[in-house]
């Protein structure tokens, strides 16, 4: 039996660049350097157990992105968070640099981002 285990969601952070997503995806795809890019998703893994996607959504004039990290290890996944420190402060260093990420496309489109409301307070523009 060699059944393939399921990628278990570690991290999600979303966020919003107020610029259309043909004009921000395309920065952001670059700005990645994925392995695999469909559609609006790029995506790519690393090591054992890592596998990033960063996905972009038309939101009316505005572009949703969404950053998930996934534990898609298939052998001594519960090694994981030992190998990692319990993932502590992985969380907060993995809004930090998404929170880095949609301000940088923003400043080049002119225009602002920012994070959904599990980050700062709700409305909080990044400049």
Avoid: C
């Amino acid at each position: 039996m060699n059944e393939k285990k399921p990628r278990k969601l570690m991290v999600e952070v979303t966020g919003v660049i107020d610029a259309p997503a043909e004009k921000t995806w395309p920065l952001l795809r670059d700005s990645l350097s994925p392995k695999e890019v469909y559609g609006m998703t790029a995506a790519y893994q690393g090591g054992w157990w890592y596998r990033g996607e960063w996905t972009a959504e038309p939101d009316g004039e505005r572009t949703r992105v969404t950053h998930r990290v996934y534990n898609v290890a298939q052998w001594m996944r519960w090694g994981v968070p030992l190998a990692n420190r319990f993932f502590i402060g992985f969380t907060a260093h993995t809004r930090n640099g998404f929170e880095e990420a949609i301000t940088e496309i923003a400043r080049q489109l002119g225009t602002t981002a920012r994070l959904a409301p599990s980050g700062p307070a709700p409305g909080t523009v990044i400049r």
